[in-house]
Nanobody
Framework: QVQLVESGGGLVQAGGSLRLSCVASELTFDNYIMGWFRQAPGKEREFVASLGSRKSGGRAQYADSMKGRITISRDNAKKTVYLQMDNLKPEDTAVYYC?????????????????????WGQGTQVSVSS
């Protein structure tokens, strides 16, 4: 059974940085698109970033609201995807989720859609104080 385990969340002051990690197991990591989403209280889950697999070209996409402040990367040997977040703002406060989906039939559009991803982690809380 596929498992995704996030870590690295916490409480940080505005302007600070956090690096989230997500370790995957029971999947051929190289073949999977990896995504990060977030959900704030009372709001819908929203796209943060995605990173293609080697077979899909390895392209990264970012949400406009966080572009320039975040970087997604992956270490295929460690089956781990990272989300480096800098210059955090109070509005970035949310639970951040890692997601994975096979690269087959992946498109630039589907990689930004939460419903396209089959596998999810339990989430890690990020809180940014003003």
């Amino acid at each position: 059974q596929v498992q995704l385990v996030e870590s690295g969340g916490g409480l940080v002051q505005a302007g600070g940085s956090l690096r989230l990690s997500c370790v995957a197991s029971e999947l051929t990591f190289d073949n999977y698109i990896m995504g990060w989403f977030r959900q704030a209280p009372g709001k819908e889950r929203e796209f943060v970033a995605s990173l293609g697999s080697r077979k899909s070209g390895g392209r990264a996409q970012y949400a406009d609201s966080m572009k320039g402040r975040i970087t997604i990367s992956r270490d295929n040997a460690k089956k781990t995807v990272y989300l480096q977040m800098d210059n955090l703002k109070p509005e970035d406060t949310a639970v951040y989720y890692c997601a994975a989906q096979s690269y087959v039939r992946a498109t630039v559009h589907t990689m930004r859609q939460s419903m396209w991803y089959a596998h999810w982690g339990q989430g890690t809380q990020v809180s940014v104080s003003s």
